[in-house]
Structure formats: structure tokens, C-alpha cells
């Protein structure tokens, strides 16, 4: 993973994808907290990777928010906007998990923009005071509006739940593509 600051010696001519630069993740990551966590904080690894799923994967969203509200409609956010998955989560041992999560939220520590916070087996991901400033400013860019909104619906349905509750609904949901896919494969839409 790259971050914008050290690409400036890299030719103008190699492509350049926003799943492999750091500040792309992080910008979510922080924005997740902000929107779907609790006063600014979220509890636990597991909680905040299957709502970022949630978030990054529109369509199994609306198949989990199906099951567990009632409806078949969709996101009034999602309609129409792009529904692709923009980085890619792989299958680990508690469901979709990104391999890059403790590089970035290292990376937002050391930026001082998040605490993490070991609570008995569990870890809290809280903003700190500039990391509410700095989540303010990012929602504020237009750039970010698709994923607020997407941030916003996610946290309706399953900001209330636990990361085991979450966890266990997408092994239910999606045994052929999250439980019974080999342990780091990429999970497909």
C-alpha cells in the first residue's frame, strides 16, 4: 500500500488504483467510525470490519437488510449510484476482513486522528478531538457524499448489533461466498 505523499517520485504514467493507497482507506475507516459508531467510537475488530463490508459490498447489504427488516427495497442512497466494490475484502476466521486494517489504523493512531484501546478481549476505535475535525472536513467534500450516505443506511439497520451478531448473519447469509470460500480468498460480489 502506497500513501499520496511518497507517490511523487513514481512516474505520472503508472496506473494508479484508489484501493492501493493508504489515505483511501483510512479516509473510510475514519468516516466509519464517525457515522456508524457511538459517540465517535466503535467496539471491536469484528464490528467495525463486517460494517465496513457491509459498506464496501452494496448488494450484500441489501440482501442482509432484506433478511433481517423485512423488505426487498433497495437503498434509496444505492439506487442508481455505482454499485461496485470499490477494495475487496478477503474470507479470514471471523468472515470479510481486510489485511490492511492494522496498517491503516496504525497509520490513523500515529496521525493521532484515532485511539485504539484494548478493552479485556476487545479493541476500542475511538476519534480523537482532530479526528472529529478531520471527519467533519472530509464530509463536508462532495467527493464523499455516495459514502456517507452508504455509511448513514448501514448504520440504520446494523449499527445497534454486535460484531458476533453481524459476523454470524453473514455466515448464514453468504455460506457460499464468504463460509465456504478458502481462508484469504477474495471475496467475489
Same mark, same amino acid.
Given at each position: 500500500?502506497? *500513501?499520496?505523499?511518497?507517490?511523487?517520485?513514481?512516474?505520472? *504514467?503508472?496506473? =494508479?488504483?484508489?484501493?492501493? %493507497?493508504?489515505?483511501?482507506?483510512?479516509?473510510?475507516?475514519?468516516?466509519?467510525?464517525? %457515522?456508524?459508531?457511538?459517540?465517535?467510537? %466503535?467496539?471491536?475488530?469484528?464490528?467495525?470490519?463486517?460494517?465496513?463490508?457491509?459498506?464496501?459490498?452494496?448488494?450484500?447489504?441489501?440482501?442482509?437488510?432484506?433478511?433481517?427488516?423485512?423488505?426487498?427495497?433497495?437503498?434509496?442512497?444505492?439506487?442508481?449510484?455505482?454499485?461496485?466494490?470499490?477494495?475487496?475484502?478477503?474470507?479470514?476466521?471471523?468472515?470479510?476482513?481486510?489485511?490492511?486494517?492494522?496498517?491503516?489504523?496504525?497509520?490513523?493512531?500515529?496521525?493521532?486522528? &484515532?485511539?485504539? &484501546?484494548?478493552?479485556?478481549?476487545?479493541?476500542?476505535? *475511538?476519534?480523537?478531538?482532530?479526528?472529529?475535525?478531520?471527519?467533519?472536513?472530509?464530509?463536508?467534500?462532495?467527493?464523499?457524499?455516495?459514502?456517507?450516505?452508504?455509511?448513514?443506511?448501514?448504520?440504520?439497520?446494523?449499527?445497534?448489533?454486535?460484531?458476533?451478531? =453481524?459476523?454470524?448473519? &453473514?455466515?448464514?447469509?453468504?455460506?457460499?461466498?464468504?463460509?465456504?470460500?478458502?481462508?484469504?480468498?477474495? %471475496?467475489?460480489?
Amino acid at each position: 500500500m502506497k *500513501s499520496l505523499s511518497r507517490l511523487g517520485t513514481q512516474p505520472a *504514467s503508472l496506473p =494508479l488504483a484508489a484501493d492501493d %493507497i493508504l489515505e483511501f482507506h483510512a479516509a473510510r475507516l475514519l468516516l466509519l467510525v464517525k %457515522i456508524c459508531g457511538t459517540a465517535g467510537r %466503535i467496539d471491536g475488530l469484528t464490528k467495525m470490519a463486517k460494517l465496513d463490508f457491509f459498506t464496501r459490498y452494496p448488494d450484500f447489504f441489501d440482501v442482509a437488510r432484506a433478511a433481517v427488516s423485512k423488505t426487498d427495497a433497495p437503498d434509496a442512497a444505492a439506487v442508481g449510484a455505482d454499485r461496485a466494490v470499490e477494495a475487496s475484502m478477503v474470507r479470514h476466521h471471523y468472515g470479510p476482513w481486510d489485511k490492511r486494517y492494522y496498517h491503516v489504523l496504525a497509520h490513523l493512531e500515529a496521525k493521532q486522528l &484515532i485511539t485504539v &484501546i484494548k478493552d479485556k478481549k476487545s479493541y476500542q476505535i *475511538s476519534l480523537t478531538a482532530l479526528g472529529r475535525e478531520s471527519t467533519q472536513r472530509l464530509a463536508e467534500r462532495p467527493s464523499f457524499e455516495p459514502l456517507i450516505a452508504r455509511l448513514k443506511t448501514v448504520k440504520s439497520v446494523f449499527g445497534a448489533k454486535s460484531g458476533t451478531y =453481524l459476523k454470524d448473519l &453473514i455466515y448464514r447469509l453468504f455460506d457460499a461466498e464468504v463460509g465456504k470460500r478458502e481462508m484469504g480468498r477474495v %471475496i467475489q460480489k
